[in-house]
């Protein structure tokens, strides 16, 4: 079994290493052994066709990298700013100014009417929380998102961090979110599927007494801001799309300490949680190896 990559001009060709019982990529429902193994199957062609899933070359990967440094340099610049008395208006500008330093453009701003080059999101705020002239406070929590283009690749990935001492419901929301995406990436290898990550964020997430929010999910990166597939972070094991070498998408559960519910604010863009719970965020952007994943916004979860 093989699929078509392209590096540069140039077509090489890789084996297909999926666990034998495992679904069958082309959707059939059959196990892999009983449907395409034996086919000469381009299934570069037939994701691209089937589900307008652009797999990346080696050579694509290594440009979303790049971006994915600058994306983690950002983060850990926020991360040595971030104490009470701060704005989120001055973490804006902090991201802005060290994306365009290194070359590359924030992908937020201006994008779809968005007015600033980061996402920064307190407390109840889910995600998409706009910078502005609010001062963060001691035992806050705030999720700070950061995309950069670089050379026309996009990285994405966010952290929540606290702020000064935080009290143990704000504790326990961060700490849950972390482990998700940990456990939501410990999932992702050819042969599984989509819905084995959102059923992973799920289960643990429910069992610590929090919940998942549904509205907002990962997503294909990298030629795009957003590209198929969409990746929920609750789900069903087994369903859903096929993973296979050369997918990247983002792992970016949001998960609230109280209901699921979110309610969208008069700025259009700010998700707050419908009950006022805390919510907190992690998220990488995720490559779907030949044997397993590797993360192209690493840090230590």
Known sequence: MIWDCQRGVKTYKMKLLINI????????????????????????????????????????????????????????????????????????????????????????????????????????????????????????????DVTPILDGYYADTSKTF???????????????????????????????????????????????????VREFVGHGVGFEFHEPPQVPHYGKRGKGIVLIPGMVFTIEPMINLGGKEIRILEDNWTAVTKDGSLSAQFEQTILVTDKGYESLTPYEI
């Open 21 to 144: 019982n495992a679904p069958c990529p082309c959707g059939s429902g059959k196990k892999y052994k009983k449907c395409c193994m034996k086919r000469d199957v381009d299934f570069k062609d037939f994701y691209l066709k089937r589900y307008r899933i652009r797999l990346k070359s080696q050579e694509d990967v290594e440009k979303i990298k790049e971006a994915g440094k600058i994306a983690l340099g950002a983060l850990d610049l926020v991360e040595r700013h971030i104490r009470p008395g701060i704005t989120t208006e001055f973490i804006d500008r902090l991201v802005h100014e060290f994306i365009v330093k290194h070359g590359a453009i924030p992908a937020p701003l201006n994008y779809k009417g968005f007015p600033k080059s980061v996402c920064v999101s307190v407390n109840d705020e889910i995600c998409h929380g706009i910078p502005k002239d609010r001062i963060l406070l001691e035992g806050d929590i705030v999720n700070v």
């Open 162 to 212: 606290c702020v000064g001492e935080v009290g143990d419901d704000a504790l326990k929301i961060v700490n849950v979110a972390r482990e998700c995406l940990k456990r939501g990436i410990s999932m992702v290898r050819p042969g599984n599927t989509i819905g084995d990550i959102g059923w992973a964020i799920q289960k643990y997430a429910e069992s610590q007494g929090c919940s998942v």
